[in-house]
């Protein structure tokens, strides 16, 4: 049984997940972060990619992130290798996971746990170019933090969600 806690976090790009995640390290310094799609940057950076997020970039990583996920389950296999680092730590570890896909959420909530949270901002416009951006709403989450306000307002919601998760 793994001591790690685990969150599965989504949200459109630019909605203020990351933002969430350092108000909730604030609280809490034994929070880490981890996103399926870090290794599958990394793999399309020795290709080529130049980290711009245009729609067709966006849409490659997503490719290549399915064939690796079909291959052998590799994105997951990374944030797993994390999880059993983080849980041979002494002090209880929490490990906010960027998520993207309806099946990766449901595969944390799963195998370790998870909880599942949605942020949502209607000031950023929902990414279509490719499959894994355009599932973000399919999903049944646990907690929907509504990041409509002021940064004070999201870090309340934070603190809020800290609570809870305690």
């Known amino acids: 049984m793994n001591k790690t806690k685990v969150i599965a976090i989504n949200g459109n790009g630019c909605s203020g ?7 909730c390290f604030e609280i809490n310094p034994n929070i880490h972060r981890i996103s399926t799609v870090d290794f599958v ?3 399309a950076s020795l290709c080529g990619w130049d980290g711009t997020k245009t729609p067709e970039n ?16 590799v994105p997951n296999k990374i944030v797993e290798n994390y999880i059993g680092y983080l849980d041979d730590a002494e002090i209880p570890q929490i490990l906010f996971i960027h998520a993207r896909e309806p099946n990766n959420i449901q595969y944390y909530k799963d195998k370790y746990n ?11 416009e929902q990414i279509t170019s490719n499959h894994a951006d355009m599932g973000v709403y399919d999903f049944a989450y646990d ?3 509504d990041n409509n306000g002021d940064l004070e307002q999201l870090k309340e919601s934070a603190e809020t969600f800290m609570k809870i998760l305690n």
Not at 58 to 73: A, C, T
């Open 143 to 145: 907690y929907i933090i």
């Open 58 to 73: 966006r849409k490659f990583l997503s490719d290549l992130k399915d064939l690796l996920e079909g291959w052998d389950n």
């Open 114 to 124: 998870a909880t599942a949270i949605l942020i949502l901002n209607d000031n950023v």
């Open 41 to 43: 940057k990394h793999l």
């Open 17 to 23: 997940k990351d933002t969430f995640v350092d108000f």
